[in-house]
């Protein structure tokens, strides 16, 4: 599967942005999906993730409640939703599919898109 983020830009502290990544081929439905962020200087970290169904979601402590991942299989399109917005979010966000169970492991997923960056001015 091939992905396709976007979204991303420059915004200030509270605004809110909406991510979405785009997957190529017909199985999409069968993949769990992730969105994970670098920072200039720091790893890659867990942002948030869906189970192939939309049922089962998981989210950083660092999101929780700002942020909302969701997807659309019929438009083979995953979502990020991201709210109450601020500096430390600024970040390149990515987003995977792994054809297995949810997971916040970045090593676990098979499938990365190039990411989007995100700025977020104070």
């Known amino acids: 599967v091939q992905l396709q983020a976007s979204g991303g830009g420059l915004v200030q502290a509270g605004g809110s942005l909406r991510l979405s990544c785009a997957a190529s081929?017909?199985?999409?439905?069968?993949?769990?999906m992730g969105w994970f962020r670098q920072a200039p200087g720091k790893e890659r970290e867990f942002v948030a993730a869906i189970s192939w169904s939309g049922g089962s979601t998981y989210y950083a402590d660092s999101v929780e409640g700002r942020f909302t991942i969701s997807r659309d299989n019929a438009k083979n399109t995953v979502y990020l939703q991201m709210n109450s917005l601020k500096p430390e979010d600024t970040a390149v966000y990515s987003c995977a599919a792994r054809g297995y169970a949810i997971s916040f492991v970045g090593d676990d997923y098979g499938y990365w898109g190039q990411g989007t960056q995100v700025t977020v001015s104070s």
């Open positions: 081929g017909r199985t999409f439905s069968r993949y769990a």
